[in-house]
T-cell receptor, first 111, second 113 residues
């Protein structure tokens, strides 16, 4: 069966520091991968999606970036965090359409 | 106009009652809809999906789709305190073929014992 893992689960970072969140999927090949962000009390905002290695699309302009160095690995990064980057970051996968399956999430607090 | 809209609530129902959660969408061509449940501090989990007009039942959950009126509902029968969560409605974006889902803001359900 397919599983998705995301880490770290929680992190507190100062403004201006770098960020790296990692996500891996097991049990499937060539999944579509997604990064969503959920700000406190708000809905899910799609940040990036990827349909294959090195094929990444950005949904909103921001100081975040994403990379997919391997088929089942998706990384969200920032060189310099802003206060507004605080939120709950969710990695998700799908088999080319239909339902999304989410990882456990990473809660980021920028101080 | 947002593509998928939900009333944020909270919706409060007594234990054992039927909870009715609603979602409207703007793209008349949308074909499929998903309901996710999200407990506080946790990630969303899929509970139902529906593609066809009418009702789809799964245990205590019933999803209803009315394409003519562009709304989707989720009914929870015999509501339990453990059903207290935020329920998210989602539909695939038709602007691309990547399967990305557009989510509503979510409705918070409170089931009171």
């Amino acid at each position: 069966s397919q599983t998705i893992h995301q880490w770290p689960a929680t992190l507190v970072q100062p403004v201006g520091s770098p960020l790296s969140l990692e996500c891996t999927v097991e049990g499937t090949s060539n999944p579509n991968l997604y990064w969503y962000r959920q700000a406190a009390g708000r809905g899910l905002q799609l940040l990036f999606y990827s349909i294959g290695i090195d094929q990444i699309s950005s949904e909103v302009p921001q100081n975040l970036s994403a990379s997919r160095p391997q088929d089942r690995q998706f990384i969200l990064s920032s060189k310099k965090l802003l206060l507004s980057d605080s939120g709950f970051y969710l990695c998700a996968w799908s088999e080319g359409g239909g339902e999304l399956f989410f990882g456990e999430g990473s809660r980021l607090t920028v101080l | 106009q947002k593509e998928v809209e939900q009333n944020s609530g909270p919706l409060s129902v007594p234990e054992g009652a039927i909870a009715s959660l609603n979602c409207t969408y703007s793209d008349r061509g949308s074909q499929s809809f998903f309901w996710y449940r999200q407990y506080s501090g946790k990630s969303p989990e899929l509970i139902m999906f529906i593609y066809s007009n009418g009702d789809k039942e799964d245990g205590r959950f019933t999803a209803q789709l009315n394409k003519a009126s562009q709304y989707v509902s989720l009914l929870i029968r015999d509501s339990q305190p453990s059903d207290s969560a935020t329920y998210l409605c989602a539909s695939p974006s038709r602007s691309s073929n990547t399967g990305k889902l557009i989510f509503g803001q979510g409705t918070t359900l409170q089931v009171k014992p």
